[in-house]
């Protein structure tokens, strides 16, 4: 409401007062090119990763700078590695999927369980395993969206009957003995010395990178996620965009449960699960970096593995196994420390320009 | 009934005047409430109302003025324990009640801090010592149900009990007076058969020789319950009135005053042509009731009303934004039934809405302009599916640039803009869907004087090219500079249609304030 007193009313008055720069600066307030900040903001996350190595390198030239040493990186993290992937959609549409994790396993077993005791062929397997991914992936979305349910909470919820099943299924033990030709495509096979299941993991993130960052669905995704009000008033499917994030989510995680049980061989109830929190700590780290601010894939792949080289480093150096915990943990909380901060700025400069 | 002149008032406030930079908001007025008043305060949106209650709630510190507390002199500004002391209490518009906590814990609320923390709270006493307020001031109330499940005029009767249970009985100091209630525009969303029962109840607080001060909108309210009226315009008191002794036509001047009337601002593109081809029949709501009218061609049409009386649902209801009950709506030859609207077949039917909560319903503040503004139309620029950043740049800029939008690179975050900027952005955002309908609602909150101008004739040059404009404002000023009729509702039905000479700024507050009577008389 103007103040409706005489001085209110003088709306002719030429003065294009308190309102941002002045006609004669037309340029905007912070420059268009990127200061240094900006680049080093962008830059920040692929820094450390290289320092990382660089440090490693000198300590432990003969252990950790090897092919070997890398292709073995590079190979047993595509799990963490797609897992943090299916993360990065959810997030952007606003709703946390905690059963990540629980639905990888259940692909995995429901292929185990149709290739090894029911003697199905390996790649019906494979779809059938991706099936229930995926259904359990609607289920989720379902609940959340139209029941209106913090997602927080019904995936913790979910994720807990999923893994009761999973002992119910496999009857508490592991299922062995997968096809051979499923481990051979998944880590038996190597392109420029590094395990096939590396590129699989490339692949989604190429994909994911390319419909968040260059086409119209991306952009609906974004505002689901930061202006729910905004997007249903423009008009967008929000319900509909939600349901297929999270069954989106659900498949990615079946492909890395999959790509598990290729590495390994095998399916069994619960290792899945320790992969949840270093894909939280690295979906949340790589959103400080590449596209700050923004769930991205890059900096997904970037955080999964500045976070594996890390740990793989400090082991090789004599470091016991916890410090993966220690890693992990210390990683996330800073990582959502950080994106706080920034907001923090990015709404000190709205308050300026009131 | 004001009690006799020597007797000290409960209240009374000297030369007050409270400055923000160079405006006064309020210029040495004096106001007394005496116990037993009821004591209405009218004036207009910005006639420093709401500046006055602020001061007496402590918020404020004025800057010259003296208030007197039971006709002793108290520093300024009040603090919370003198507030306390001297028993004055407020009731705002927004009630301040908690609606998933029952009505005991609610009525309980203010006690809590007070309380040592690990105290017992004796649940079945507390909620008998309730019922025994809620029974002396002939309320219906159970304490044990959630305040969410009690109707509109029961959660008011819960706000004002609690805040007035213990005026007027005997106080244990002896020095705390009898007490002050404030209520800030209580019957803004009842109607007036609730509205009564309220008044009820401000008579038993007055019977128990506490003292109220009824601020309101509504002219034909305040004269059935106050005793006394005092009335301020422009920050300047215009005189304390005996209410048995005025009329309405009287308070109106008041309210008004006599000064020149402006120039009549009749926009250039004022030449409805005599199409109607945009037509609402029947639209009904929650607050709105059977509100039907025609948008001619080349027109702004404004809405209006005071607070409650639901104008400003209509845009959100023909947008399908929120709920309507019935309605048609005609756009042509085309008509769509309102109640089952949504913002997407809103949209395909050639409406838009840019609604007044920039910050939640209109943007995403955190990302950039460009995404903000091109939100709705993003499907134009890609190609085979792919839309790069320097295309989405371009097609943003494009946009932006005609409205002038500063400043101009589209890669900045949307919150990065002024006020002005963030609006002209929402226009831009929606008139590249070439909307055939234009819905905005308060088009200028929270914009510059400059901005102001500029948003006004892009509203004007829009109607000009053909698409009708609804503009749903509280704001008369602007109404009167941008709208070629304005439509003013009341209590959820149009009373009036305010157009020509006649669409002014004074125009409009006058028939905003006229009674129901009043309209009564004159159709």
Not at chain 2, 187 to 206: I, K, Q, S
Not at chain 2, 294 to 320: A, D, K, N, W
Not at chain 2, 352 to 362: F, K, Q, S, Y
Not at chain 2, 368 to 385: F, H, M
Request: proline residues 5%.
């Amino acid at each position: 409401m103007s103040n409706s007193g005489p001085v209110g009313v003088s709306t002719d008055s030429p003065r294009l007062g308190t309102d941002a720069p002045s006609p004669a600066s037309h340029t905007a307030p912070r420059p268009a090119r990127r200061s240094l900040g900006g680049w080093l903001e962008i830059a920040a996350l692929p820094l450390a990763w290289v320092l990382v190595i660089a440090v490693f390198s000198i300590l432990k030239p003969s252990t950790f700078l090897t092919l070997a040493n890398f292709s073995n990186i590079f190979g047993s993290y595509s799990v963490p590695f797609i897992l943090t992937l299916s993360l990065v959609l959810p997030l952007t549409c606003g709703d946390y999927d905690l059963s990540v994790a629980s639905v990888a396993a259940m692909a995995a077993m429901t292929t185990a369980i149709l290739n090894v005791n029911h003697h199905w062929a390996i790649v019906p397997a494979i779809v059938a395993g991706l099936v229930v991914a995926a259904v359990l992936g609607l289920i989720n979305g379902s609940i959340v969206i139209f029941f209106e349910v913090d997602s927080l909470i019904v995936t913790l919820g979910t994720s807990t009957v999923l893994q009761g099943v999973l002992l119910w299924i496999s009857g508490s033990t592991t299922i062995s003995g997968l096809s051979p030709s499923l481990v051979q495509s998944v880590i038996g096979t190597k392109l420029l010395g590094i395990p096939l299941s590396f590129y699989y993991g490339l692949i989604i993130c190429v994909v994911l990178w390319y419909v968040l960052q260059h086409t119209a669905l991306g952009k609906r995704l974004l505002f689901v996620g930061r202006g729910r009000t905004v997007a249903k008033l423009s008009g967008l499917r929000v319900a509909r965009l939600r349901l297929g994030s999270f069954m989106m989510s659900a498949l990615l995680a079946g492909v890395a449960g999959i790509v598990y049980a290729g590495i390994t061989g095998s399916a069994d109830p619960t290792s899945a699960l320790s992969f949840l929190l270093p894909a939280f700590a690295a979906v949340f780290l790589g959103a400080t970096g590449v596209i700050p601010g923004r769930f991205n894939a890059w900096g997904s792949l970037i955080a999964v593995y500045f976070l594996a080289t890390g740990i793989t480093g400090l082991q090789l150096a004599g470091a016991a196994s916890y410090v993966q915990q220690l890693f992990y943990g210390g990683a996330l909380v800073l990582a959502v420390t950080f994106a706080q901060l920034s907001r923090r700025r990015e709404t000190r400069v709205e308050d300026t320009a009131q | 009934m004001p009690v006799r002149d020597d007797a000290a008032a409960l209240v009374e406030l000297r030369g007050l005047s409270k400055r923000f930079g160079a405006n006064w908001a309020l210029d040495g007025v004096d106001l007394r409430i005496d116990a037993g008043e009821i004591h209405g305060l009218l004036g207009q949106n910005g006639s420093g109302k709401s500046t006055l209650i602020k001061v007496l709630a402590g918020y404020h510190a004025p800057d010259a003025g003296e208030l007197r507390l039971n006709g002793r002199v108290v520093s300024l500004p009040l603090s919370a324990r003198q507030l306390k002391q001297h028993r004055i209490r407020f009731v705002h518009q927004d009630l301040a009640l908690i609606p998933s906590l029952t009505v005991l814990e609610n009525f309980l609320s203010g006690d809590f801090g007070l309380r040592r923390g690990l105290a017992p709270l004796r649940w079945r006493r507390e909620s008998a010592a309730a019922r025994e307020v809620f029974a002396t001031y002939g309320l219906d109330l159970d304490p044990n149900v959630l305040v969410r499940d009690i109707s509109r005029l029961a959660r008011a009767q819960l706000a004002i009990a609690r805040a007035v249970r213990d005026l007027g009985t005997a106080d244990d100091d002896g020095d705390g007076g009898l007490g002050l209630l404030v209520l800030d525009e209580p019957t803004a969303f009842l109607p007036r058969d609730e509205a009564d029962n309220l008044f009820r109840l401000m008579r038993a607080v007055t019977d128990r020789g506490a003292g109220v001060l009824f601020v309101s909108h509504d002219l034909e309210e305040t004269v059935d319950i106050t005793d006394r009226v005092t009335v301020i315009r422009d920050g300047k008191l215009v005189g304390t009135v005996a209410t048995q002794q005025t009329t309405t036509n009287d308070l109106i001047s008041m309210i008004i005053g006599h000064t020149l009337a402006p120039r009549a601002t009749v926009p250039e593109s004022a030449r409805p042509t005599g199409d109607t081809d945009v037509r609402v029949s029947s639209l009904s709501g929650p607050l709105v009731r059977e509100a039907s009218f025609e948008i001619r061609h080349g027109e702004v049409l404004g809405i209006t009303g005071l607070i409650g009386s639901g104008f400003e649902q209509i845009p959100y209801m023909l947008f399908g934004a929120r709920h309507a009950t019935a309605g048609e709506l005609g756009i042509g030859p085309d008509r769509f039934a309102i109640a089952p609207m949504t913002p997407r077949r809103a949209m395909d039917a050639g409406l838009a809405l840019i609604p007044n909560d920039r910050a939640v319903e209109g943007s995403a503040p955190s990302l950039t302009i460009g995404e903000n503004v091109a939100l709705p139309t993003i499907d134009r620029i890609s190609q085979w599916g792919r839309i790069s950043e320097s295309r989405l740049t371009e097609y943003a800029a494009s946009l932006t640039q005609e409205l002038d939008v500063r400043p101009s690179d589209p890669r900045l975050p949307y919150a990065a803009l002024s006020g002005g900027n963030q609006q002209k952005v929402l226009l831009a955002k929606w008139l590249a869907t070439n909307p055939r309908l234009l819905l905005i609602s308060e088009p200028t909150q929270g914009v510059d004087v400059g901005a102001r101008e500029q948003i006004f004739r892009l509203i004007r040059g829009v109607a000009a090219q053909g698409c009708r404009v609804l503009c749903a404002s509280s704001d008369l000023d602007q109404l009167a500079q941008v709208c070629t009729r304005v439509l003013v509702f009341r209590r959820g039905r149009i009373t009036d249609e305010v157009s020509g000479g006649s669409l002014t700024k004074h125009g409009l507050t006058e028939v905003l304030f006229r009674s129901d009577a009043a309209v009564a008389q004159q159709s």
